[in-house]
């Protein structure tokens, strides 16, 4: 079955202590992308991959680090979490870019950092 | 920069009511439209696409219209069912993004 694979769905942390959010599909895409959704503000793009190695800031990339060192994979690492970056976070992959505007979402990842 | 506006949620509905969910956009050049919906706990799905002035894109019984003069690509459907409630998303494509700008979404709530 096509499908992003996001991990963990939901997680609990304290602010200051790393975390990776993998983000994995296995539709050979060679585009990737992280959003986070809030309340009133809809889905924001943080970062995104147009294929391996290359990967480029989106609207909201503070306080996160990506990296694609294979096509499957995307992960996103906060390496000092903040409560202002709990949210509700979302990986996607597209076949051929954001302009098809055909998007695979992931389920989501819940993340509460206190 | 690139914005989409959309109509205040939540809205609810009795089943076999007419829908309609606004949105309108700002943006240079000729972007692409779509319509994403999120059911309780997935992630999003598109629903609905269209890509110049006057196309009419159409999903699962929903329609919505590209219009330029009006800069607007509102979302109808002619008789809701209890199934589609979700979270509806309007947001655009431009050339030269490599991003869908999203609208803040509108909750549909659908009652028997």
């Known amino acids: ?114 | 920069g690139d914005s989409v506006t959309q109509m205040e949620g939540p809205v609810t509905l009795s089943e076999e009511a007419f829908l309609t969910i606004n949105c309108t956009y700002t943006a240079t050049g000729y972007p692409s439209l779509f319509w994403y919906v999120q059911y309780p706990g997935e992630g999003l799905q598109l629903l609905l696409k269209a890509t110049k002035a006057d196309d009419k894109g159409s999903n699962k019984g929903f329609e919505a219209t590209y219009r330029k003069e009006t800069t607007s690509f509102h979302l109808e459907k002619g008789s809701v069912q209890v199934s589609d409630s979700a979270v509806y998303f309007c947001a655009l494509w431009n050339f030269g993004n490599e991003k869908l700008t999203f609208g803040t979404g509108t909750r549909l709530t659908i009652i028997p």
């Open chain 1, 1 to 114: 079955e096509a499908q992003v694979t996001q991990n963990p769905r939901y997680l609990i942390t304290v602010t200051g202590k790393k975390l990776t959010v993998t983000c994995s599909q296995n539709m050979n895409h060679e585009y990737m992308s992280w959003y986070r959704q809030d309340p009133g503000l809809g889905l924001r793009q943080i970062y995104y991959s147009m294929n391996v190695e290359v990967t480029d800031k989106g609207d909201v990339p503070e306080g996160y680090k990506v990296s694609r060192k294979e096509k499957r994979n995307f992960p996103l690492i906060l390496e000092s979490p903040s409560p202002n970056q709990t949210s509700l976070y979302f990986c996607a992959s597209s076949p051929l870019g954001a302009g098809t505007g055909e998007l695979f979402f992931g389920e989501g990842s819940r993340l509460t950092v206190l």
